[in-house]
């Protein structure tokens, strides 16, 4: 596996599959890699934690960095290259140009409209998608895979490339499942910062979606939704039933309803979401 630090390098390995990550990499992510190698193409992953993501008092500095491990995850995966780019060689311009130009990104719908993570991150899509767009230019990927974990960011990076089709055209966005822990945590980075109490209560979140999918209609899968948060102490941001397509209240349909969660424990913010069988959006 090569390790690529300099972008002049990428072109060893242009037209593979991408997956993009900010590192810190677990069984998700390795699931990510194992599908861009099943694809047959080389596989590049980029490990960048990106500043312009992250908000003022977010968790920016206290992110886990675990470069040694995360190369031994992306090779036992199959990856044939890691990219480990500075944050000069992402952003040439300077970390201030690139805040600019996150907050002035030209944003698809998908990633203002739902009021979901747009409304409680509000830089945060603008970021990711300056990011992402700079991978993309710089790796020339054919292929590019990302996690229904962040079913929203999925959702934005799908409809951006859509939009912009004429410059990535031969990129094609994959979505991949949720790897989750034997108990149903969705994997994530950001568990690490769990304690063993807080470890039991985030149950409570892939409780809350399997509460949804017992339910017919959107306004009861959303109270069960709460209501299991409330008992395992989560703090609820959202806990809603969305159309997969639009991530809007409007439109959905029996096979296309996605429950989605935000919940807090302390300062820690975990987010999950599922395809959810809703028959009835009464309100
Ligand atoms: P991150 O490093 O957290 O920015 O995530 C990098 C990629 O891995 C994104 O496309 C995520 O959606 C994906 N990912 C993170 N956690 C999981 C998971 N538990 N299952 C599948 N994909 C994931």
Same mark, same amino acid.
């Given at each position: !596996?090569?390790?690529?630090?300099?972008?002049?390098?990428? %072109?060893?390995?242009?037209?593979?599959?991408?997956?993009?990550t900010m590192g810190a990499?677990?069984?998700?992510?390795?699931?990510?890699?194992?599908?861009?190698?099943?694809?047959?193409?080389?596989?590049?992953?980029s490990i960048f934690v990106n500043p312009t993501q992250f908000?003022?008092?977010?968790d920016f500095a206290r992110y886990p960095r675990t470069l040694?491990?995360?190369?031994?995850?992306?090779?036992?995966?199959?990856?044939?290259?890691?990219?480990i780019p500075?944050a000069?060689?992402i952003?040439? %311009?300077?970390?201030?140009?690139?805040?600019?130009?996150?907050?002035?990104?030209?944003?698809?719908?998908?990633?203002?409209?739902?009021?979901?993570?747009?409304?409680?991150?509000?830089?945060?899509?603008?970021g990711?998608?300056?990011v992402?767009?700079?991978?993309?230019?710089?790796?020339?990927?054919?292929?590019?895979?990302?996690?229904?974990?962040?079913?929203?960011?999925?959702?934005?990076?799908?409809? !951006?490339?859509?939009?912009?089709?004429?410059?990535?055209?031969?990129?094609?966005?994959?979505?991949?499942?949720?790897?989750?822990?034997?108990?149903?945590?969705?994997?994530?980075s950001?568990?690490?910062?769990?304690?063993? %109490?807080?470890?039991?209560?985030?149950?409570?979140?892939?409780?809350?979606?399997?509460?949804?999918?017992?339910?017919?209609?959107?306004?009861?899968?959303?109270?069960? !939704?709460?209501?299991?948060?409330?008992?395992?102490?989560?703090?609820?941001?959202?806990?809603?039933?969305?159309?997969?397509?639009?991530?809007?209240?409007?439109?959905?349909?029996?096979?296309?309803?996605?429950?989605?969660?935000?919940?807090?424990?302390?300062?820690?913010?975990?987010?999950?979401?599922?395809?959810?069988?809703?028959?009835? !959006?009464?309100?």
């Amino acid at each position: !596996m090569k390790i690529i630090e300099n972008a002049e390098n990428l %072109s060893q390995i242009r037209g593979g599959a991408l997956v993009p990550t900010m590192g810190a990499l677990h069984q998700g992510h390795a699931s990510l890699i194992r599908a861009g190698a099943a694809s047959g193409r080389p596989v590049l992953v980029s490990i960048f934690v990106n500043p312009t993501q992250f908000g003022p008092n977010e968790d920016f500095a206290r992110y886990p960095r675990t470069l040694d491990a995360d190369l031994k995850i992306a090779e036992a995966a199959g990856a044939s290259a890691v990219f480990i780019p500075t944050a000069d060689s992402i952003y040439p %311009s300077g970390l201030a140009n690139a805040v600019t130009n996150a907050a002035q990104f030209s944003l698809p719908a998908i990633a203002t409209a739902p009021l979901l993570e747009d409304a409680i991150r509000p830089t945060h899509f603008g970021g990711v998608c300056l990011v992402v767009s700079r991978l993309f230019d710089l790796c020339e990927p054919s292929l590019a895979f990302f996690g229904e974990k962040d079913f929203q960011q999925l959702r934005v990076i799908t409809q !951006m490339v859509e939009e912009n089709s004429i410059r990535w055209k031969s990129l094609k966005i994959i979505p991949c499942a949720t790897i989750r822990e034997a108990d149903g945590l969705a994997m994530s980075s950001r568990n690490q910062y769990l304690n063993p %109490s807080q470890r039991i209560s985030a149950l409570g979140i892939s409780r809350a979606l399997q509460s949804a999918a017992n339910c017919s209609s959107a306004t009861a899968a959303e109270k069960s !939704m709460r209501e299991t948060l409330d008992q395992h102490g989560l703090e609820t941001q959202y806990a809603v039933i969305r159309s997969e397509k639009t991530l809007c209240a409007t439109e959905v349909g029996a096979k296309s309803a996605r429950a989605l969660i935000a919940a807090k424990l302390g300062d820690i913010r975990l987010i999950d979401n599922a395809r959810v069988g809703i028959t009835s !959006m009464n309100r």
